[in-house]
């Protein structure tokens, strides 16, 4: 089964800096998605950001960006320019990419904090 | 934007009663999911559902937990018996059936069991 790790419970940037958001996953298999999901107080989730393990390059998403190292099993995120709208838990999930497998795998998340 | 709703956003219910969750997914969608929140907790998959049936369920989903698309737009999620440890958020999700456009989630219901 797969797995999906998120070290930093918590983590806190100033306002208009950048913050990394790290993730690790656990997979046997060599093709799978990876996204970041944001959930402010609302707690709605949001989808931030998608990787295809397929591709090598990184995706982008304006002020998000993700290093995806596949050998390595990491999928970190980078915020960039914080603003006090980022303030949020933020997941990081995997999805099989076998057919018929359409679950999300979450991580614990990580309580992100702007600072002004 | 289209946009998965919940009905109803927080509900109430006594230990031992039947309660049921409902949500319209995107109406292009073709799975349908149910997933929880314990407070303070990461969220953990219960259900999908496509063509009509259950495509896969987590060991949570046991026997007190049902699903049904009763029309072409809601998705319900219904709990029989309900327990103290079910008072969570749940959300509903939707996909197309291709995974590149994600999995996109409702604005949740929170469930208390009292």
């Known amino acids: 089964a797969q797995t999906v790790t998120q070290s930093q419970p918590e983590m806190s940037v100033q306002e208009a800096e950048t913050v990394t958001l790290s993730c690790t996953y656990d997979t046997s298999e060599s093709d799978y998605y990876l996204f970041w999901y944001k959930q402010p107080p609302s707690r709605q989730m949001i989808l931030v950001i998608r990787?295809?393990?397929?591709?090598?390059q990184n995706a982008t998403e304006n002020r998000f960006s993700v290093n995806f190292q596949k050998a390595a099993k990491s999928f970190s995120l980078k915020i960039s320019d914080s603003q006090l709208g980022d303030a949020a838990m933020y997941f990081c999930a995997y999805r099989s990419a076998v057919a018929g497998a359409q679950k999300l795998v979450f991580g614990q998340g990580t309580r992100l904090t702007i600072n002004p | 934007e289209p946009e998965v709703t919940q009905t109803p956003s927080h509900q109430v219910t006594q230990m031992g009663q039947e309660v049921i969750l409902r949500c319209v997914p995107i109406s292009n969608h073709l799975y349908f999911y149910w997933y929880r929140q314990i407070l303070g907790q990461k969220v953990e998959f219960l259900v999908s559902f496509y063509n009509n049936e259950i495509s896969e369920k987590s060991e949570i989903f046991d026997d007190q937990f049902s699903v049904e698309r009763p029309d072409g737009s809601n998705f319900t999620l219904k709990i029989r018996s309900t327990k103290l440890e079910d008072s969570a958020m749940y959300f509903c999700?939707?996909?197309?059936?291709?995974?590149?456009?994600?999995?996109?989630f409702g604005q949740g219901t929170r469930l208390t069991v009292v």
């Open positions: 999700a939707s996909s197309l059936s291709s995974v590149t456009k994600g999995t996109f």
């Open positions: 990787q295809e393990a397929y591709k090598q």
